[in-house]
């Protein structure tokens, strides 16, 4: 539930990409971090896409642990719950505790437009990348773009996944050492 707050703004995903995510759809190569992805099936529109992970979601993933079931057996899914369907179907508590942090409502479908703007407006990463990076088929796509670039294997877009990782995970960075310093001067 937090993890899958967080691997929404790593990804920019939609809630049912994530909350139905198995892990024989997850790819984490040790020796080749640049060959990390996982895999988006089942899409309303077009076809599945193998999706570049930035290291931070490959250590969340990493992380996470694996739900036993009763009969002793693995849960299949990355974001588990022991609900009927099995896994997480919404994310309202977290999202409730980061709004009022925020002091504002906010819902996973918001974290999906903070990973556009911050690729975007703080990346300055070029808007037909970042459709691509959340699933969109790409509307400022040339004919030749659309004819022959390669839109389901995404790893060329690793570079830029790991760039919205590390400005994100500097910003946290950026946060916790304010947190510190307003600690010790109220202490």
């Known amino acids: 539930s937090v993890d899958l707050t967080i691997f929404a703004l790593l990804t920019g ?19 080749k971090p640049a060959e990390c ?7 309303k529109r077009g076809e599945d896409l193998k999706m570049p992970l930035s290291s931070q979601a490959v250590a969340l993933l990493k992380s996470r642990p694996r739900l036993k079931l009763a009969d002793g057996t693995e849960s299949p899914f990355v ?25 504002k409502h906010l819902s996973l479908h918001d ?12 990346c300055l990463i070029e808007k037909f ?5 959340t699933g969109h088929k790409p509307a400022s ?3 030749t773009a659309r004819a022959y670039l390669d ?5 060329w877009l690793t570079p830029y996944v790991q760039q919205i990782g590390d400005w994100i995970e500097q910003q946290a960075a950026i ?8 600690l010790q001067r109220s202490a």
């Not at 992805?37 to 899409?43: C, G, K, L, Q």
């Not at 990348?129 to 990076?133: C, E, G």
């Open 37 to 43: 992805s996982w895999e988006i099936t089942d899409r």
């Open 175 to 182: 946060a916790a050492s304010k947190n510190v310093v307003q």
């Open 141 to 143: 796509a040339d004919v």
């Open 111 to 122: 974290l999906r437009r903070t990973f556009t703007n911050i690729a975007i407006r703080e």
């Open 79 to 103: 974001f588990p719950s022991w609900g009927k369907s099995g896994r997480i179907q919404d994310a309202r508590a977290p999202m409730q505790a980061i709004g009022e942090i925020a002091g």
């Open 129 to 133: 990348r970042t459709d691509i990076m």
């Open 13 to 31: 995903a939609r809630r049912d990409e994530m909350a139905t995510l198995t892990w024989d759809r997850v790819h984490i190569n040790d020796h």
């Open 151 to 155: 839109l389901t294997e995404l790893e």
